[in-house]
């Protein structure tokens, strides 16, 4: 997800506006905001993180047979579905 000119431009204005008020009714809500956009970023960080470790840099498993190797990935791959909430596809 990316966000366009326009939604820069809109997220640019919501925080002058908010900080032109000095309204902690309105400023309260972004900072919140803020927070789970972090929390997120962090989220995601964590989960490229964990992608870069799987079995397919796993020293052992460059020594499995075709087959098992196969396997291994189906394995992920069905795991990584299933923490996406995806249904895959059956042949």
């Known amino acids: 997800m990316t966000l366009t000119a326009t939604d820069l431009d809109?997220?640019?204005?919501i925080v002058e506006s908010a900080l032109s008020k000095q309204n902690t009714e309105v400023?309260?809500?972004?900072q919140g905001e803020l927070e789970a956009i972090r929390n997120d970023i962090r989220d995601i960080y964590f989960m490229i993180s964990d992608l870069q470790h799987t079995t397919i840099n796993d020293k052992e498993f460059k020594k499995l047979s075709l087959e098992k190797k196969l396997l291994a990935l189906n394995a992920e791959?069905?795991?990584a579905a299933k923490q996406a909430g995806i249904t895959l596809p059956r042949p």
């Not at 809109?10 to 204005?13: E, T």
């Not at 400023?27 to 972004?30: D, G, Q, T, V, Y």
């Open 27 to 30: 400023i309260k809500p972004l």
């Open 10 to 13: 809109d997220i640019r204005n």
């Open 77 to 79: 791959l069905i795991s």
